[in-house]
């Protein structure tokens, strides 16, 4: 679980940004109640944050839901009370975060439900497509919403993709090179074809990962594996261009692993609105 304080942190840096010349329309100062509605139906994320940055401020949060639960168009998700102005300091800031988050773990929420519904054991995961300076939030709604973080950073494990073995001459320089670096990160590595799977199980990766390939080639390399008694030695992740439309087809290959940027890079916002009552 990501620290209390590394969340303040980065709501100070936002609210920094929108407060950079401080707030030019003057209001009233005194104690309110405002509460949070929704306008979509989905599954709700950021509610620790959202509760972080009043409380940073103040402000008591009455009462809530919790991450993870569902919402529908009208529903209350928090109810807070103090300082009108730290209210409307904090509104948009707030409401951002708390659309956005909620878009996410909807998505993540709704391929989760689609793949396992095929595949009970597969996992969606997500990439590191995501927004510069919004990573962690992003990473904890996919997690909301019933997915797998996949990397946070580069240092998380070794992935070796494409570029990364055409700088090193070929797959198995490229693997060797990896192993040498460090014995205590599991080593990824994108593969084309059942060729270069094989190459990868034999080498001792841990994870091969089958990117931007069709589901038929993708159950092929399965199904290589198993009859070559190497499928229990690796993880086989699916990723490039699985959105819900097509996840299941994706699932039903008999992959451990889907990632996806569309659920963080193509999310729509959650509608919220935030009304002093």
């Known amino acids: 679980m990501i620290p209390d304080f590394i969340i303040k942190k980065k709501i100070l840096e936002y609210l920094e940004e929108d407060l950079y010349y401080g ?37 008591n949060v009455l009462n809530s839901v919790e991450d993870g639960d569902p919402i529908g168009r009208g529903d209350i998700i928090m109810e807070v009370e103090g300082s009108s102005r730290n209210i409307l300091m ?66 998380d494990c070794v992935l070796i993709k494409d570029n990364h073995i055409a700088v090193a001459g070929d797959l198995v320089k490229a693997i060797r090179l990896a192993k040498s670096a460090s014995f205590t990160k599991k080593i990824e590595v994108e593969v084309r074809s059942v060729e270069e799977a094989l190459i990868a199980v034999k080498e001792g990766v841990d994870i091969i990962m089958l990117d931007n390939l069709k589901p038929r080639e993708i159950k092929d390399v399965v199904e290589t594996l198993e009859r070559e008694g190497l499928r229990e030695r690796i993880l086989v992740e699916a990723s490039g261009g699985i959105t819900p439309k097509n996840v299941k087809k994706y699932a039903k290959t008999g992959v451990d692993v889907i990632s996806s940027g569309y659920i963080t890079h193509s999310a729509k916002a959650l509608d919220l609105s935030l009304t002093v009552v």
């Open 90 to 155: 904090l509104e948009r800031t707030v409401l951002n975060i708390l659309m956005r988050m909620s878009g996410i773990a909807t998505v993540t929420a709704e391929m989760v439900e689609k793949a396992r519904s095929v595949n009970p054991k597969v996992r969606i995961a997500s990439t590191r497509k995501t927004t510069p300076g919004f990573r962690i939030f992003e990473k904890m709604a996919v997690e909301i919403g019933g997915g797998d973080t996949h990397r946070f950073g580069l240092g």
């Open 23 to 59: 707030d030019a329309t003057y209001t009233e100062d005194k104690k309110v109640r405002a509460k949070i509605i929704s306008k979509d139906s989905g599954v709700v994320a950021g509610i620790r944050v959202a509760k972080i940055a009043f409380e940073s401020f103040g402000i």
